[in-house]
């Protein structure tokens, strides 16, 4: 099971941008995928997160600025970043439960991470 976040980059404070998460493998079945990050000298962070049956959880600092949509039949889960701050930049995870081909219960995986850079 392989995950691959794009779609980071640099933008200005205010701007927007759209992270993608692919998961691919073999994979009966993906529960929980989300967003996490993390800022130089912090600790890694839950921005957002969604179930398979559309249940989200977001992190209260992007709370009427980010949603999580999802494609179950693609395995992609995205991150649309609004109203995007200087504070937002960090390198973005993406993240998942994965049930692959093999395995009797759901796994967790991470992706390599794709950096967001928000300029004032």
């Known amino acids: 099971v392989q995950l691959q976040a794009s779609g980071g980059g640099l933008v200005q404070a205010g ?3 759209r992270l993608s998460c692919v998961v691919s493998g073999s994979i009966v079945r993906i529960n929980v995928m989300g ?3 993390q800022a130089p000298g912090k600790q ?4 957002a997160a969604r ?3 559309g249940i989200i959880n977001y992190a209260d600092f992007v709370k009427g600025r980010f949603t999580i949509p ?3 039949a693609l395995n992609t889960v ?4 609004n109203s ?3 504070e937002d930049t960090a390198v973005y995870y993406c993240n998942a439960d994965v049930w692959a081909y093999g395995r009797s219960n759901y796994s967790n995986y991470w992706g390599q991470g794709t950096e967001v850079t928000v300029s004032s």
């Open 35 to 37: 967003w996490y990050r």
């Open 70 to 72: 999802r494609d179950n």
């Open 44 to 47: 890694r962070e839950l921005v």
């Open 84 to 86: 995007l701050k200087p």
């Open 78 to 81: 995205y991150l649309q970043m």
């Open 15 to 17: 701007g927007s941008l």
């Open 51 to 53: 179930t398979r049956s």
